[in-house]
């Protein structure tokens, strides 16, 4: 009987939702910077993207290394075009101003984009503060980028407002300066991905001992009869072989595999993926459990 459980910490439907808000503030800001004529707006969209790409609770579509390449691809792609036409726009005589949609749409994506962080930080920070950490870095490069959107479109807006050409060129800067940030962020998704492929990855056996001993604490089983970990990159993996009553039925030796698999991930954060298979004990003597066999005086054979 073979079971195979998988979890990816914080749940795929978690992920699924992060990746999509990200993806939804992106939207709103391509299409602002897009009607609201701001450059730089349309640099932060491709800077949002990218983090909805790289999270790492993407979901399955977004975990497959082909297609992470792929939007990588179209964001590298999109920040170069963004930021040849921020040149041009810094060469031409009278450059454009953002308009109040652009600036409307920078608000309403801040709030969502901030308002996901915290969520996803405070849940964090509860499972593994060292991820949390490295999270809330990673975002402050994002905070910067809409730092310096903001006052890129509140100078070029000023200067539109008291004919102050100078100030109006600020946008095509911002956007300049943003879709750098986005070229970047990109290389370093595609460089990621190649280095988390299966031919790049160094798998190393961990010490199967506490995972062992954790497992023997399940009522019902006989006997740890195989655990291999193999750890990769930050995540363990964990095949496992378990004995127990072989007068127990299907749904009963399911439930020992549950609740195994339930104790390895809540116990050890960084295992991702626990394949359980139950065996029934044959080779010499107890059927019963400890509990059955101290009641009755007699010594139990193999710990549980």
Not at 57 to 64: D, E, H, I, P, Q
Not at 72 to 79: D, F, Q, R, S
Not at 122 to 130: G, I
Not at 238 to 261: C, D, F, G, H, Y
Request: aromatic content about 6%; hydrophobic content about 50%; proline content about 5%.
């Amino acid at each position: 009987m073979l079971m195979a459980v998988r979890q990816q910490r914080g749940g795929k439907a978690s992920g699924w939702t992060d990746a999509c808000i990200l993806g939804a503030a992106a939207l709103i800001k391509g299409i602002g910077g897009w009607m609201g004529g701001s450059p730089a707006l349309l640099a932060d969209a491709l800077n949002s993207a990218s983090d909805a790409v790289r999270s790492p609770r993407g979901g399955k579509g977004l975990s497959v290394p082909v297609v992470r390449i792929l939007f990588a691809a179209l964001i590298l792609v999109g920040a170069i075009e963004v930021s040849i036409s921020g040149f041009d726009d810094l060469a031409a005589s009278v450059p454009q101003s953002p308009g109040a949609r652009a600036f409307a749409a920078f608000f309403v994506a801040v709030i969502i984009g901030q308002g996901l962080f915290v969520h996803r930080y405070r849940r964090l920070a509860a499972q593994d503060r060292p991820a949390a950490r490295r999270f809330a870095a990673e975002h402050r490069f994002s905070l910067y980028a809409s730092m310096v959107v903001a006052a890129g479109m509140a100078l070029s807006i000023t200067g539109s407002l008291y004919d102050r050409p100078q100030l109006m060129y600020a946008d095509s800067a911002a956007s300049i300066a943003v879709a750098f940030v986005a070229i970047v962020k990109a290389l370093r998704l595609m460089l990621r991905v190649l280095e988390q492929s299966p031919a790049a990855v160094k798998k190393v056996e961990e010490n199967p001992k506490p995972f062992v001993e954790t497992v023997q604490r399940v009522r019902g089983v006989i006997e740890v009869r195989e655990l291999t970990a193999v750890r990769s990159l930050e995540t363990v993996r964990i095949e496992l072989v378990l004995s127990v009553n072989p007068r127990m039925t299907v749904k009963e030796a399911e439930e020992i595999a549950q609740r195994s698999r339930d104790l390895l991930m809540h116990r050890f954060v960084q295992v991702i993926e626990v394949d359980v298979r139950v065996e029934p004990y044959h080779t010499g003597y107890p059927y019963k459990s400890n509990e059955e066999l101290l009641s009755s005086g007699e010594e139990p054979t193999i710990v549980q």
